[in-house]
Every structure is written in C-alpha cells, then in structure tokens.
C-alpha cells in the first residue's frame, strides 16, 4: 500500500474543498433553512403527520440525503474531471499507485466532505423542529455508506465525462428527480398503488427509507433490504472503477 | 553492466487506428544523456508516455531498472520521474503543496529540506507561496522539473524542457542536468534545438515516423555522416569548373566566385593539398579559404529528409 499516495491525494482534494469552504457549506445551509420554511413550517403546519411522524421532522431524512446524493456525485465527478481536463492526470497515471489507492484518495475525500454536509443539515434542522435519533449507529452507518457510493459513482462520472456538460448532466437529470421521486418528501405509501410499483424500481427509495427507519423507526421498505441494496450498488460501482483502471478506459490512450 | 532502460519490439497503435511507433528496440545505458531526436509527430512524446505508463503500448515490453512497466509498475514507477511537453499545472495550488504532493503521491514520506533545496536550485524558491497560476510560463516549466525531481527518480524523461525558455536559463537547465548526471541519474530528453542535444547528449537517437532509424553515440556520429567542406575565394571568378578539376567533387558558386570543395572527415587523405597544388597547376589564384564542419543539425536534416 502506498500510504503516502493516499493522504497526499486526500489531502490534495481536502484542500480543494477548503478553498471553496464558504459555498460548499453555506449553499447547503440556506438551502435546507429554505425547505423547512417553505415544507416544515408554511406547508407542514397544515399537514398531519406521516407514518405518526410530524411533517417537518419526516422531511429531514429525505432532506439529507438529497444533499449527500447531488454533493457526492458532483464532488467526486469533479475531482478527477479537473485533473484530466488540466492535463495533470499525467502525474496520477505515472506514479507509482494502485487504482485503489487512488479511489480510496479521491472518493474518501468526496465522502468526507459530503459527510461534513450532511451533519451540518442535521444541525440547521435542530433550529426548525424537533426530532429524535431511534438507531444513531445505523443513521451513521447509512449516512457514511451512501456518502461513499455515490462519491464512487461520481467518480465513474467524472472519468466518463469528456466536457463540463456531461459532468453536470447525470446529478441534474438523474440524480435529482431520482431523489425527488424517491420519497423524500413524502411517504411512498401515500402514492396510488400502480405507483408504489414503480418506485421500487428507483434505488433512491431504499436509501431514504432505510434512513428514514434509522432516525424514527418507520419505513417503506425493510431496512435490512434498504442496506443490502446501497452495499449491492457500492459493490457494483466499485467493479466499474476496477475495470476503468484495468483497461485505462478514458484515462489512457 | 545492463541497460537501465530496455525496449524491445515496442509498438503503438491508438484508437484512431494511426500507428505512432513501430517496433522499437533500444536500450538506454546506466548514467548517460540519451537525446531523441525527430521532427514533429514522429513519436517521441508516445514513446516516452508508454515508458511512464501514461499511454497503454500495443506491442512489445520495456523494462525500467529490471522491472516489466506493466506487471511490476510499483517498482518501475518510482524509479522514474517525468517532465510532460505540455505545461499542465494545478493553478490554484502553490508552489510549495504541488511539490510536495508529488513527493507524497510516489510514495516517500515529507522531506522539506530536500524539496526546499530543490526549489532553489530552480530559483523558485522566492515563488514557493505563490499560486502557480501567477507564474509566467518558464516558472511553470520549473515547476514541473521541481515536481519531476521531488521524489527522486534514478531515471529522469524530459520531454522539450527547454521549449519557451529563455536562453539564461537554458544554460541553467544544462547545468541542471549535467549536475543530475554527476548524480548518476540516467537522463532521457527530446529537443527541437539541435545544439542542445549537440551540447549535452552522450548518444542520440533519430526517430522518424515512428521508427527509430539511428542510434549512436554522439561524437561517432558527428565522424561518420559528418562532412568537411573548404570554400576557396577566388581572384578571378569561373564561368565553369576546369576540365583539369573534373575528379574532385567541387561545386562553383553561383556567381563564379567560390569553388567549395566537400570532404569525408573519415578519410584517411583529405587530398586538400592535391587540390591545391593542381590549382595553382592550372593557373587558378585564390585570396582567401576557410574550411567548414557540418553541425549535428545539418546531419539530422539530411537524414530525415532521406527517410522522408
Ligand atoms: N491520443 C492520440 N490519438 C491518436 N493519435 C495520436 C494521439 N497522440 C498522438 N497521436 C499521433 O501520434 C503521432 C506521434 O505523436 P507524438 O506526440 O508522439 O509525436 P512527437 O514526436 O512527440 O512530436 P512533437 O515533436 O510534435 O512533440 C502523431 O502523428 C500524433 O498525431
Ligand atoms: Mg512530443
């Protein structure tokens, strides 16, 4: 293992992120403060609650993991964009790294970040509603499971990606109405029947269900099924990369 | 003792279906200057890319050190330190932290007296704050050479280092290289400015539209295709060489001025004193003569042009 490729790679990005710390935090925050005023309180005071849940309180999961889900893929899918669009990546293909060292590197530091973000929501909503933690060592479990397969599916992105367009095309156009009609706001049992089908096609579902079971209890579907399923897709995303590095597809020539 | 640098049958191929090297064999000795040498597109760049493992070759092995490039890369990588043709830099980086992610991204733990030893030596020292992108393109240059040397490499590729540099510190680089060399650091450049090889190289290689069409040492090569050739200025200019001249290779200027004779400097007679006394023979007076080398420059063109 070569120790030091790693942390010289995690830093790196670490610092990238530092750079641009006011945004990376501050956008998160106001647009979380934004949700509970517009859903907690304007709209959620008139709703009862879901699944016994109050409104406001329901939404904070979904809300999470809407963050964790577009900050992860956009973050990792950026971090080995920059490199191969600055022509830098010359020096990552010509050190002396294994390509599990370099997603350990680049993927561990979108984890951390999208990780940093998602505990910074749960803070805001502290200021909004109250809520309760049924399994915390489950929420951490889902919270830095899903930060890490979606930084390695971002990852896959950015070395797929061949403009800034295409990086910014899948976390708009997918990942997002993914999230959305993945029962974030709402709970998939409120959906007409044909619908409740439909959605459990949609891997998003799982995450927020199963995250949802770990802060109150309740959820769509099985928790156990919600976790095998984010390990099934980390798996599946970690062969990609595997094969990406075995081939050279997209990074060598 | 064995090569340091072993290439054989390599060949490449890319996705476009174009072919940028066709089997190339060469073996790069412990401690030398090799210059590669060829004109635009012949494949210097994929060579050196295969090499680092920047480009997957098609054909063929190289060894680096011993080491398979390929199936031992660990090993060989870390042997070997790059400086790209392209100035690709991280901008918002200082000067300082890309150096050091350099040393740390090849493996070997922080050692800031050695990167701050390298940074003077570059003059960069004063610019080790400083984001790179507020450097002017030379700095940038030095940045990468910093970044290449910041681990330490035994075998170190240069790919056109001293393009957009200023002649200062073109010299610096020589230098630079030179004191690597004394080191024992095995050194691999290609340049477009002849005399650079001229001046440094221990050996030469020519590659021409992928194919490695010469390799030899350099002063050999400067013996053996190298020509002499004396100009004679003449009192009286000549509508035509004499009859009386016709077994010398000789050539008039075009305004009858000078006769130029060319010469292998090879050969054991050079016959210049042959040709003088059948000049004045045949009643021919000169005021003046001087005799001139052809340059590594002349050679290269000429044998590029044949392979053309
Ligand atoms: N990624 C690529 N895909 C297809 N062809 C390529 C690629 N990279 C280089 N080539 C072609 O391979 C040939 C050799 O290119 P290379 O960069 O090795 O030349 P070079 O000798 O370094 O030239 P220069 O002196 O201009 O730097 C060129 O004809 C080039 O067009
Ligand atoms: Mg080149």
Redesign the pocket.
């Known amino acids: 293992m070569n120790l030091y490729a790693i942390r010289a790679i995690y830093r790196f990005e670490m610092a990238r992120t530092g750079r641009t710390l006011m945004q990376s935090i501050a956008s998160p925050v106001l647009s979380t403060s934004l949700y509970f005023i517009v859903f907690g309180a304007a709209i959620g005071s008139r709703m009862g609650d879901v699944d016994s849940v109050n409104y406001g309180a329901f939404i904070i999961p979904g809300l999470i993991m809407l963050t964790l889900l577009t900050e992860s893929t956009s973050n990792a899918s950026f971090g080995i964009y920059l490199p191969k669009w600055s022509g830098t990546i010359y020096e990552l293909l010509s050190a002396p790294v294994s390509w599990i060292e370099v997603v350990i590197g680049y993927v561990g530091a979108a984890a951390t970040k999208s990780v940093i973000l998602g505990l910074l929501i749960l803070i805001t909503a502290r200021f909004f509603v109250d809520y309760h933690i049924e399994h915390p060592f489950w929420m951490a479990g889902f919270l830095v499971l899903t930060a890490v397969t979606f930084s390695l599916f971002g990852f896959i992105i950015g070395v797929w990606a061949d403009g800034f367009e295409k990086l910014q095309v899948i976390p708009l156009m997918i990942v997002t109405p993914l999230t959305f009609l993945g029962g974030s706001f709402y709970s998939i049992s409120m959906l007409p029947p044909l619908w409740q089908k439909i959605a459990l096609f949609n891997p998003v579902v799982y995450l927020v269900s199963g995250f949802r079971w770990s802060f109150y209890g309740v959820s769509d579907v099985n928790a156990g099924l919600s976790f095998g399923m984010t390990l099934g897709f980390m798996l599946v995303c970690l062969g990609i990369v595997w094969w990406i590095f075995r081939t050279g597809y997209r990074l060598k020539? | 003792m064995p090569a340091i640098i072993s290439i054989a049958g390599l060949g490449?191929t890319?996705?476009?279906g174009?072919t940028?090297?066709k089997n190339i064999n060469l073996d790069i000795q412990r401690g030398e200057i090799f210059a590669l040498l060829?004109?635009?597109?012949?494949?210097?760049?994929?060579?050196?890319?295969i090499v680092c493992g920047i480009?997957n070759p098609s054909a063929g092995t190289v060894l680096a050190d011993g080491h398979d490039i390929v199936k031992d890369y660990r090993a060989s990588r870390s042997k070997i330190g790059l400086v790209p043709?392209e100035l690709s830099t991280d901008a918002f980086e200082t000067v300082w932290a890309t150096v050091n992610f350099s040393r740390g991204l090849f493996g070997k733990p922080a050692d800031p007296a050695l990167v701050e030893k390298i940074l003077r030596d570059l003059s960069l020292w004063e610019k080790r704050d400083a984001k790179i992108m507020t450097l002017s393109g030379g700095m940038k240059r030095r940045v990468m050479i910093a970044k290449a040397l910041s681990h330490e490499p035994s075998i170190l590729f240069l790919?056109?280092p001293t393009a957009g540099v200023d002649v200062e510190l073109r010299r610096d680089m020589w230098n630079l290289v030179r004191g690597l060399r004394e080191n024992g650091v095995t050194i691999i450049l290609?340049t477009?400015y002849i005399e650079e090889a001229e001046e440094m190289a221990d050996r030469i290689g020519v590659?021409s539209k992928?194919e490695l069409i010469l390799v030899e040492e350099k002063h050999q090569l400067m013996r053996k295709l190298g020509k002499k050739q004396l100009t004679l200025q003449l009192q009286n200019p000549l509508t035509q060489i004499p009859a009386g001249l016709s077994d010398y290779a000789l050539e008039l200027s075009a305004d009858g001025n000078e006769l130029i004779y060319t010469f292998d400097t090879q050969a054991e007679q050079t016959g210049i004193a042959a040709l003088l006394r059948r000049l004045s023979e045949q009643g021919i007076d000169f005021k003046d003569l001087h005799s001139s080398e052809s340059s590594l420059e002349d050679i290269f063109v000429s044998l590029v042009r044949t392979n053309a």
């Open positions: 020539n | 490449k890319y996705k476009s174009f940028a090297l060829g004109p635009n597109g012949a494949g210097k760049t994929t060579l050196i890319g480009v043709q790919d056109e290609t477009h590659i992928g």
